[in-house]
């Protein structure tokens, strides 16, 4: 088990590496084709080409290397790593320390994600296992049904709905009959609100939950089918457990396996859906922080957001990889 | 098949509490329903880049310095300047010269007092080239603006420094005595007091130029209103009327204004009674006029947009082919069908909200004509057989432009191209006079005087501007008008200027953009009324219901 983990962090290393040298020959690739974000500073205004070099020192894309079409500005790349040895990840275009920056976006980001992930978890699994257990009745059809309505509504059109219908109309509702203040009047309100990170973020939390919900609940329907129908469950049954015991230990661990993979693949794809949820409820979150940056070419967020979100990534799959073991005594004593 | 059942009252009952929760919340909180008349007034905002004034380029951070600072003078409703700090106009013999007298006793919120050094060192820290602020190329006039700036750089990009720059402090600023400040020019310039009223000639403290990083995040004001706590990026900013100040104190007591970032706009939380006044996008406006009618105010600004022509190239080197392009644009339905009627047709190089405005100066060469545009197109020596290249950054301004190339298309008989390019890539090449063919282009003011829109944009000889325009009786008449005894004087030379200007037509005017803002019911509307300058709302003037 131990050299298994260590095998995978090293594996996990070197991906790293290649996913941020990538990235920055893509960025600088960028200015290269592009130009200098350092004349957008001025927009429309004319300024002196020295008003534009103290700019671009500023901005720290002075190197000459970003005006020579293909360069991979290995210098540019070898600064950036020894300054993340020390810790210092540098400043955005504005001046400020991108780890300022990142540390204020990832509070919100963070409990939208457990609010989704609860969502999943809660939600789609359990109504993927009742609807198996359920199997042909009319709370197995709504399940199916519902499934295929949530894949077919687009993203941005729920959250602009739920934003007016919920967050406008709702909410005014709330507000007049409870008050401002009232927890009712919270949620169902159209932006997040920094007094009340929690309350405001669980209607988006649920949304973008919703996302990607059809999947885990399908799935976790389709395994549970085909474990409940498992040569290890007739012989449970057989040797007269409870009901209770051979659905849970039995059937629902076994179950979970290719679910949990699920999970951690839909929360890495949902970090698309925070870039849309975030803007419209205006939560400045990572994905928003990422969206402005990546539009305004800001290159040390752009590849500390990335840098930190691979490793996010990683850590994902290494836990799902870990779980596995957990779940399935056949994978741990391999 | 119990147990399952159990599972799904669990699920319900959890639901119920969650529920029962909320309601018992909202009990709690239900006395003060509906307005939130507490003296405050809630804003929306974007993320500003900046509250230094020295740096602030953006509407957003103006907002802010206008409210936590203040400067020597303003702009008032007609754009004219009024004292803030400074005790009556700007006097000079020379128009080269001049001498602003300031009132006793104004300070920083911090207790230091401002005199005349205070504006010394905070000018000398805007301009000095090293400090790459935004608003140093304000004081470009100034005597000694050029030795303050980074030497040319050697070898372009490359490894070794530019040269530093030559002085640390602006020659042509002085400090008289503590109330008397001295301004000398480069050049005389009867129009230099029009732009001491921009946020980059506010003062900043001690305090702050010694900790600017600190000072950008708790500004250190001499405003109408203090800062409460500090900027929360991203998120919010607070501000609270400060007793202290000596100016004109306004009414409203705490202005909060929530940051709203990405694309999200503050327009469903004023629909949830959550902002009192607020802008609708392009998509509300048309169901946000219908709904609040009156409380809905549209008000001129100073943005102009236009069609700009590459007069550099062969094909637009040619008067004529610029005029049948212009003619061929029918404005009022471009307007109509793109933006939903809500802006207004230019008709002059010059916006209506700024002084020395003058009615219809682009004339015939703006009037709808297909028919003469047609003709005049076909008497040049234009090649009909290529498509034109209609060049614009990505972005709205994609859809802007090709509407206009429909109709340049379907009024001229010309095909056309559409050029994207990201927004630093065309600027550079417009720059480098290196688009071959006509772009979407708009200028917002840097100061009320209608040189803002000529000198800056077309003069310069054919290097110094977009365009490659160059107009010999057009730069003799601004330099005239620079070098006149008084503004009067010189506006009327600057209108002259802009009536040669419209003959040649290095660009086509096409719209000059209008807000509309919706008042809510917490604010008198009668109260309100938007500085067409400054693009801010007047806070003296705002009254809460």
């Not at chain 1, 609807?131 to 059109?157: E, I």
Request: charge should be negative; proline fraction near 6%.
């Amino acid at each position: 088990m131990g050299r298994y983990v260590i095998r995978r962090l090293l594996q996990a290393v070197l991906t790293l590496f290649f996913v941020l040298f990538l990235l920055h020959y893509l960025l600088s690739l960028a200015i290269q084709v592009n130009g200098n974000p350092a004349r957008t500073f001025f927009g429309d205004k004319p300024a002196t080409p020295e008003q534009i070099a103290a700019v671009e020192a500023k901005f720290g894309t002075d190197d000459p290397c970003l005006d020579r079409l293909g360069d991979p500005c290995l210098g540019m790349f070898q600064q950036r790593m020894a300054d993340w040895m020390t810790l210092d990840f540098g400043t955005n275009f504005d001046g400020y320390a991108v780890t300022d920056e990142i540390v204020r976006a990832v509070p919100p980001t963070l409990i939208l994600f457990a609010i989704s992930t609860s969502v999943w978890v809660l939600f789609g699994v359990t109504t993927g296992v009742l609807a198996a257990m359920k199997r042909g009745r009319f709370f197995d059809y709504l399940v199916r049904a519902g499934t295929t309505f949530t894949v077919a509504v687009p993203t941005f059109l729920l959250l602009v709905i739920t934003q007016q219908l919920v967050g406008v109309s709702l909410g005014n509702w709330a507000r007049d009959t409870f008050g401002r203040e009232s927890v009712l009047g919270i949620v169902f309100q159209p932006s997040y609100d920094d007094r009340y990170p929690f309350l405001s973020l669980l209607v988006p939390g649920i949304l973008l939950g919703a996302f990607g919900i059809a999947g885990i609940t399908r799935l976790s329907r389709t395994s549970m089918l085909e474990n409940l129908r498992a040569d290890f469950v007739r012989t449970a049954k057989a040797k007269g457990l409870t009901s209770r015991r051979v659905t849970i230990v039995h059937t629902l661990r076994n179950s979970l396996i290719p679910v949990i993979t699920l999970v951690g693949f839909t929360l890495a794809d949902a970090l698309g859906g925070t870039v849309i949820t975030e803007g419209i409820y205006s939560i400045p979150g990572m994905g928003g922080l990422a969206y402005n940056a990546t539009r305004e070419n800001d290159l040390p967020v752009v590849i500390a957001i990335v840098a930190i979100l691979s490793v996010c990534f990683m850590v994902v799959t290494l836990l799902i990889d870990l779980l596995y073991a957990v779940l399935d005594p056949r994978i741990r004593y391999e | 098949m119990r147990n399952n059942r159990r599972v799904i009252t669990a699920i319900s009952a959890l639901a119920l509490t969650g529920v029962g929760l909320a309601a018992c919340g909202g009990g709690d909180g239900g006395s003060g329903s509906g307005s939130g008349s507490d003296g405050t007034l809630r804003l929306g905002l974007g993320e500003p880049q900046n509250l230094i004034p020295a740096n602030i380029q953006e509407t957003e951070g103006g907002e802010i310095a206008d409210r936590l600072y203040a400067g020597l003078y303003t702009y008032d409703m007609e754009g004219n300047l009024a004292p803030v700090l400074a005790d009556g106009v700007p006097t000079t013999e020379d128009n080269k010269v001049w001498t602003i007298k300031l009132q006793e006793g104004f300070t920083f919120q911090n207790g230091e007092e401002i005199t005349a050094e205070t504006f010394v060192k905070s000018w000398n820290y805007t301009v000095y080239g090293e400090n790459a602020n935004y608003g140093a190329g304000f004081f470009k006039q100034i005597d000694g603006w050029a030795e303050m700036q980074l030497g040319e750089d050697p070898d372009g990009d490359g490894p070794e420094e530019a040269a530093k720059p030559e002085a640390t402090e602006l020659s042509g600023v002085k400090a008289v005595d503590p109330l008397t400040l001295e301004v000398t020019l480069a050049e005389p310039w009867v129009g230099f007091p029009v732009t001491l009223g921009y946020t980059a000639f506010m003062p900043m403290a001690d305090e702050c130029l010694a900790d600017i990083d600190a000072c950008n995040e708790t500004p250190i004001g001499n405003g109408p209103y203090k800062i409460d706590g500090k900027w929360n990026h991203n998120s919010s900013i607070h501000m609270e009327k400060w007793a202290d100040y000596k100016g004109t104190q306004p009414s409203i007591e705490r202005i909060e204004y929530k940051i709203y970032t990405g694309d999200a706009t503050a327009w469903p939380d004023f629909e949830a009674g959550k902002i009192d006044i607020a802008a609708p996008g392009a998509e509300e406006y048309e169901v946000a006029k219908a709904e609040y009618g009156d409380a809905m105010r549209e008000e001129e600004t100073g943005q102009t947009w236009g069609l700009g022509f590459p007069v550099y190239d062969e094909k637009f080197s040619d008067p004529n082919v610029r005029k049948a392009f212009s003619m061929a644009i029918d404005r009022q339905g471009y307007i109509d069908g793109l933006f939903q009627g809500r802006y207004t047709v230019a008709n002059s190089y010059t916006p209506a909200v700024i002084p020395g405005y003058l009615e219809g100066t682009c004339g015939e060469a703006c009037t709808f004509d297909p028919e003469a545009a047609k003709q005049l197109l076909a008497d040049t020596d234009f090649p009909m057989d290529q498509p034109v290249e209609l060049w614009v950054n990505s972005g709205p301004g994609e859809d802007y432009l090709k509407v206009l190339g429909d109709q340049l298309a379907a009024n001229l008989g010309i095909t056309y191209e559409l050029k994207t390019l990201e927004w630093p890539d065309f600027l550079g090449k417009k720059d480098g006079h290196e688009l071959t063919g006509p772009f979407l282009t708009g200028w917002s003011p840097d100061y009320p005087l209608n040189q803002n829109y000529l000198e800056p944009l077309y003069g310069n000889g054919p290097d110094g501007n977009d365009f490659g325009f160059h107009g010999e009786e057009f730069e003799q008449l601004l330099a005239e008008g620079n070098r006149a005894e008084t503004l009067s004087d010189a506006m009327t030379k600057y209108q002259e200027a802009e009536k040669v200007l419209a003959a040649d037509l290095p660009v086509a005017p096409i719209w000059v953009t209008r807000t509309a803002t919706v008042i809510g019911e917490n604010v008198d509307p009668d109260s309100f009324q938007r500085n067409p300058i400054l693009g801010t709302i007047d806070i003296n003037s705002l009254k809460l219901l």
